[in-house]
């Protein structure tokens, strides 16, 4: 079977042929583990969760081999442990908990690898010396620096001139950078912060150097698909590939992959400027992660997809209507149908393929149906709990939710989840045993 990718490197859908198809090799970029996930964040690791499962499904379960790191060493994590006044341990260990939950709840198959900077400090160091020895980079003030005129090929993947990447890299002058696009692999850390002892003293890496590690200590110098957000194409994916080559005498990767952003009221989700929905938060107000997972996957990952309750409502329907089909009888899952396997192997096109799998439905073709459904990640449940347990459980979570509300004295939060079951049909009593539910 041909899979077409858009590749961001030749700005083209390419056939994706792999190096070996006996080790097809993939890496998404992990999160920095400093707070909780909102649902623009799970665009990215449940789009590549289903390239996963597509290679996999071509090339053979163990012929893939799928990296998506933590992010567990990086200055935004400092400043949360700082303002909280705890370890920097616990930050990171309560949200790399909290981002695996949240995986676990949209179906997301755990990746092959999930390596961490703090377990790869010496690849890091060794891979920063590599590149001091080639001339690639310089110790300056305790710092290493990236010289970026050093590499001609700098700005290949982003397109971008020279002047752009200055002012796109918010690089601020500093007096020990030979030129303003340099950038940093390592920095000196004070003796509050996180460091590890290096030839330059004891310091911490910068972000780009860390995935560049990463991936040739757990896939290899030369891997085949790099995929993340498409806000990392610059600098984050540039530096890598700056790094990487000039470290390794090889190409990074062959196809990069890039998602566009998930936005609500036509602006894009994120933290800076507040307009975001969490996962957990989503997730209690009774959606459950199949429906978030079917509502990501409705329109192209290249697209740009807006979150509205419509969405979800939609998405809701389509898999009640699904599993609805489903229910009563024993559905073995045989083929994924070709129909369904072209578009995706379309640069992953998930509109068409959720019209195919609309088809199989209508066709009562329901073998076809779960197996092509398996490759998105979908009606994998019980069709009877989807509709009886699965149901319960979404309300004995948002009463979860709503008691630690109450204790937390929030009870603006507490009301709105009382209201927003009560719409569902559901009323809660509270007695001295605790809440406990109608159908009202
Ligand atoms: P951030 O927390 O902004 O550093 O983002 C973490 C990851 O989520 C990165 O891979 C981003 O590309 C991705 N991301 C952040 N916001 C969005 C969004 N609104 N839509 C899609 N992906 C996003
Ligand atoms: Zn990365």
Redesign the pocket.
């Known amino acids: 079977m041909n899979i077409l990718l858009y590749n961001t490197l030749t700005k083209r859908k390419d056939r994706f042929v792999p190096i070996d198809p006996k080790r097809v090799t993939l890496y998404v ?1 992990g ?2 583990v400093w ?1 909780r ?2 649902i ?5 690791p449940v789009i590549f969760d289903v390239l996963n499962r597509l290679l996999r499904s071509v090339y053979g379960e163990s012929h893939v081999l799928y990296a998506r790191n933590i992010t567990d060493v990086e200055d935004k994590i400092n400043k949360a442990a700082a303002e909280q006044n705890v370890a920097i341990s616990v930050i990171t260990n309560t949200f790399e908990a909290h981002y695996l939950d949240d995986m676990r709840a949209l179906g997301v198959n755990p990746p092959d690898f999930a390596p961490h900077a703090t377990a790869h400090m010496a690849d890091i160091v060794a891979m920063i010396e590599q590149l001091v020895k080639n001339g690639a980079a310089y110790a300056a003030n305790s710092h290493v620096l990236f010289n970026v005129p050093g590499y001609a090929d700098y700005g290949q993947l982003s397109g971008r001139n020279r002047e752009d990447m200055i002012a796109g890299a918010r690089v601020d002058i500093a007096p020990y950078k030979r030129d303003p696009a340099d950038f940093v692999l390592w920095k000196p850390s004070t003796p509050d912060q996180p460091g590890w002892d290096s030839p330059w003293g004891r310091g911490r890496p910068g972000w780009h150097i860390e995935c560049s590690a990463m991936i040739k200590a757990v896939l290899g110098d030369t891997i085949d698909i790099h995929a ?5 194409i610059f600098p984050h994916h540039e530096n890598e590939i700056a790094q990487s080559t000039c470290a390794n005498h090889a190409p990074l990767a062959r196809y990069w992959l890039h ?5 609500m009221d036509r602006e ?4 800076s400027t507040g307009n975001i929905k969490l996962i957990s938060d989503i997730l209690a107000g009774g959606v459950s992660g199949e429906v978030m997972r079917l509502a990501l996957l409705s329109a192209h990952y290249r697209q740009p ?1 807006d979150w509205t309750d419509s969405l979800i409502e939609q998405s809701r329907k389509t898999l009640d209507r699904w599993y609805g089909l489903l229910r009563g009888q024993p559905v073995e899952a045989t083929a994924p149908a070709p129909a369904f396997m072209a578009a995706l192997a379309d640069d992953l096109n998930t509109p068409q393929a959720m019209a195919a799998l609309a088809q199989l439905a209508n066709a009562r073709d329901l073998g076809a149906l779960k197996a092509s459904a398996a490759v998105l990640g979908l009606l994998q449940a019980d069709a009877e709990a989807w509709f009886t347990a699965g149901a319960s459980t979404d309300i004995d979570a948002m009463i979860a939710a709503r008691n630690t509300a109450k204790a937390a004295r929030d009870f603006a939060t507490a009301d709105r989840i009382r209201t927003e079951l009560k719409a569902q049909g559901v009323v809660l009593e509270d007695g001295a045993a605790g809440t406990t539910w109608r159908r009202g």
Do not use: E, I, V, Y
């Not at 623009?40 to 990215?44: E, L, M, S, V």
């Not at 998602?259 to 936005?263: A, E, K, V």
């Open positions: 970029c999160p920095t707070n996930a909102h623009g964040n799970a665009r990215p993340g957000g498409q806000d990392l998602n566009g952003f998930l936005s894009k989700m994120s933290k997809l």
